[in-house]
């Protein structure tokens, strides 16, 4: 059973829009929302994370949009980069099960 | 430190060699997992650990042998594998308990069964 559907499973966007990767999770238990970004060859590495506490976190070009009624949440790229290609992971976990739910991924390519 | 280093970063094996992985981590997490991961795929949970002891085995095959000599260092050890075992090999590690479960990864190790 996938505890975390993630879509679109792959995204191409001009160099400066706007990409949007979303999830949508099962288990009301998960309360960390992370999103992991992995280059080719590489291991993923924590990009932003959220709890339900809070309907929106920003870090920079990064936000993340919580709903917890809808148990969705989803990533906003802005100003996307060339640099910003990567395959995009969202995951959950419960601090009761201290591991990670992820998401089936998102290859994201930024077209300069 | 915020670190996890794998080696080795690439491995080629036979099917009747006994090799082993080695993960390592310096930030003071007792908690720590092994993934597996497929080419376009999600990372798997293999194994969890936690202080030390092995708290989770998602039915993984016995030709996988989770370590956890100490607090900081975690090994597989791999013996008899197939061809369908090749994939990149996670190790992360993390706090335990509430409030705090960010998970860092290592760069892997890219496993090639032949």
């Known amino acids: 059973q996938q505890q975390v559907k993630q879509s679109p499973q792959s995204l191409i966007v001009q160099k400066g829009g706007i990409s949007i990767i979303n999830c949508a999770y099962e288990?009301?238990?998960?309360?960390?929302f992370p999103w992991y970004q992995q280059f080719p060859g590489k291991g993923p590495a924590l990009l932003i994370a959220?709890?339900?506490?809070?309907s929106e976190k920003k870090e920079g070009r990064f936000t993340i949009s919580f709903n917890k009624s809808a148990k969705q949440f989803s990533l906003h790229i802005m100003d996307s980069q060339p640099g910003d290609s990567a395959t995009y992971f969202c995951?959950?976990?419960?601090?009761?099960?201290?591991?990670?739910?992820f998401g089936g991924g998102t290859r994201l390519m930024v077209k300069p | 430190d915020t670190e996890v280093t794998q080696t080795p970063k690439h491995l080629v094996m036979g099917m009747t060699n006994k090799k082993s992985l080695k993960c390592e981590q310096h930030?003071?997490?007792?908690?720590m997992y092994w993934y597996k991961q497929k080419a376009k795929k999600p990372p798997e949970l293999m194994f969890v650990?936690?202080?030390?002891?092995?708290?989770i085995n998602e039915s993984v095959p016995s030709r996988f042998s989770p370590e956890c000599p100490n607090s900081s260092l975690l090994n597989l050890h791999l013996h008899a594998l197939q061809p369908e075992d090749s994939a990149l090999y996670l190790c992360?590690?993390?706090?335990?308990?509430?409030?705090?479960?960010?998970?860092?990864f290592g760069q892997g190790t890219r496993l090639t069964v032949v």
């Open positions: 650990y936690s202080y030390e002891k092995l708290s």
């Open positions: 959220i709890r339900p506490d809070v």
């Open positions: 288990n009301t238990a998960f309360d960390y």
């Open positions: 992360a590690s993390s706090q335990v308990g509430a409030m705090n479960t960010e998970a860092f």
């Open positions: 930030m003071g997490h007792r908690a």
């Open positions: 995951a959950a976990s419960s601090d009761a099960g201290n591991m990670l739910t």
